[in-house]
């Protein structure tokens, strides 16, 4: 059985988790786990998307950051269930908590209507959920793990102080947490 576990960055001003339903990824056996180092192999042909997801790993390098390497993609929707969420992590586990794959989606519509430093906080937001293994912050922490994006004029001054915060923040995805309020769970039949 495959555990499905969902965190969300969330649009200003929500405090709602995410909700959306992807679709579940291939099953691979467990010899078939992908290894990824660096980069997310399937991802939209965006080139702000790109640029920004290249950033994150060099930051990660450059602050000396282990990074997951079981990233698989990342991906465009249509909507999620909440209608505040604009993007989430989904990580897959086998049923003994061992992660399969981990699958970032993002909201069409609101990326193509964000600012430069709202896309890219957002995809650091992600990829710290599903390259770092990150929680969310508590509130009113500013951080880019905060679960509401923060506002441009927040962010963008104090961006370097934001990385580095956040790479060097310890990790702290709890996947076997059931009592945090961004984290959804759906289990799978399969091997």
Same mark, same amino acid.
């Given at each position: 059985?495959?555990?499905?576990?969902?965190?969300?960055?969330?649009?200003?001003?929500?405090?709602?988790?995410?909700?959306?339903?992807?679709?579940?990824?291939?099953?691979?056996?467990?010899?078939?786990?992908?290894?990824?180092?660096?980069?997310?192999? +399937?991802?939209?042909?965006?080139? !702000? #998307?790109?640029?920004?997801? *290249?950033?994150?790993? $060099?930051?990660?390098?450059?602050?000396?950051?282990?990074?997951?390497?079981?990233?698989?993609?990342?991906?465009?929707?249509?909507?999620?269930?909440?209608?505040?969420?604009?993007?989430?992590?989904?990580?897959?586990?086998?049923?003994?908590?061992?992660?399969?794959?981990?699958?970032?989606?993002?909201?069409?519509?609101?990326?193509?209507?964000?600012?430069?430093?709202?896309?890219?906080?957002?995809?650091?937001?992600? +990829?710290?959920?599903?390259?770092? !293994? #990150?929680?969310?912050?508590? *509130?009113?922490?500013? $951080?880019?793990?905060?679960?509401?994006?923060?506002?441009?004029?927040?962010?963008?001054?104090?961006?370097?102080?934001?990385?580095?915060?956040?790479?060097?923040?310890?990790?702290?995805?709890?996947?076997?947490?059931?009592?945090?309020?961004?984290?959804?769970?759906?289990?799978?039949?399969?091997?």
């Amino acid at each position: 059985m495959m555990v499905r576990i969902l965190c969300s960055a969330l649009a200003i001003a929500s405090v709602a988790c995410g909700r959306g339903e992807p679709l579940e990824p291939l099953k691979p056996s467990r010899k078939g786990v992908p290894q990824y180092f660096g980069t997310i192999p +399937l991802m939209p042909d965006d080139s !702000d #998307l790109q640029l920004i997801v *290249r950033q994150f790993f $060099a930051d990660a390098q450059t602050l000396n950051k282990e990074t997951s390497r079981l990233i698989e993609s990342i991906r465009w929707v249509d909507s999620f269930d909440e209608a505040t969420t604009i993007g989430t992590c989904e990580v897959w586990t086998w049923d003994d908590g061992t992660v399969h794959s981990k699958r970032i989606n993002l909201l069409k519509s609101a990326w193509n209507t964000s600012s430069d430093q709202t896309k890219r906080t957002l995809i650091y937001h992600e +990829l710290g959920h599903c390259a770092l !293994d #990150l929680d969310h912050v508590e *509130r009113p922490t500013v $951080a880019i793990m905060n679960p509401v994006i923060l506002y441009d004029d927040v962010a963008a001054p104090i961006w370097f102080n934001l990385v580095r915060d956040e790479f060097n923040a310890p990790s702290s995805l709890n996947l076997a947490d059931t009592h945090s309020d961004c984290i959804v769970r759906k289990t799978f039949s399969g091997e």
